[in-house]
């Protein structure tokens, strides 16, 4: 199974409101991460869990909050988001590198297109 | 500064007419090189890992090549459902989990 799955497909929010990002995996990978792409842009990295530990915060806002319940799910919740903040949102997983033969290739979920209003 | 670069920024072409991307990079310690295919909406696919300069990789029409400083996609016999954007990320020694992205090609294949 090389599948990473997220949910919900399409989410729209006001600035007020809070809401929840989801995903999971099942390939037994130690590394998730989450993603923000805007339109004709490359995936720009966020957040980096290691082992269930935030490993990288590229600076993100306090208004999303990440979090990894256990090795096969990571969250990203939403609160007082802008209007800006429109975007696709991924998931990705990845291998460790130092157990899997130097290998540590990025596997995607299809996202959560997001729209604030 | 670590930094991945991709050229064409588009590039369209006729069914059956091959061309090849083209993916440069300058990263301090390069780990590996991969590939992505995404389409308009939906997350970046896997399509390859390269580790050392010579190396080749194929799937299909695509074949992806990698040298000390820059990776090609090659694309022969191109067909519509080939039409995406094609994303190159590098990996470096310095980070397990850190990859840059190229800012991408957008193929657009006619019928």
């Known amino acids: 199974d090389t599948e990473v799955t997220q949910t919900p497909k399409h989410l729209v929010m006001g600035m007020t409101n809070k809401k929840s990002l989801k995903c999971e995996q099942h390939m037994g990978h130690r590394a998730m991460y989450w993603y923000k792409q805007k339109a004709k842009k490359p995936p720009e990295l966020m957040f980096v869990y290691s082992y269930e530990k935030l490993s990288i915060n590229e600076s993100v806002p306090s208004r999303f909050s990440p979090e990894c319940p256990n090795s096969s799910l990571l969250n990203l919740h939403l609160h007082a988001l802008q209007p800006e903040d429109s975007a696709l949102y991924l998931c990705?997983?990845?291998?460790?590198?130092?157990?899997?033969?130097?290998?540590?290739?990025?596997?995607f979920g299809p996202g959560t297109r997001l729209t604030v209003l | 500064e670590d930094q991945v670069t991709q050229s064409p920024e588009a590039l369209r072409l006729q069914e059956g007419e091959s061309s090849s991307l083209n993916c440069s990079y300058t990263v301090s310690g390069l780990r590996g090189l991969f590939w992505y295919r995404q389409d308009p909406g939906k997350g970046p696919e896997f399509l390859f890992t390269l580790y050392s300069a010579g190396e080749e990789k194929e799937k299909e029409r695509l074949k992806a090549t990698l040298t000390k400083k820059e990776s090609f996609l090659h694309i022969t016999a191109p067909k519509p459902e080939d039409s995406a954007t094609y994303l190159c990320?590098?990996?470096?020694?310095?980070?397990?989990?850190?990859?840059?992205f190229g800012p991408g090609t957008s193929l657009s294949v006619i019928p």
């Open positions: 990705a997983s990845s291998q460790d590198p130092r157990v899997a033969g130097g290998f540590n290739e990025q596997f």
């Open positions: 990320a590098a990996s470096m020694k310095t980070s397990y989990d850190k990859v840059i």
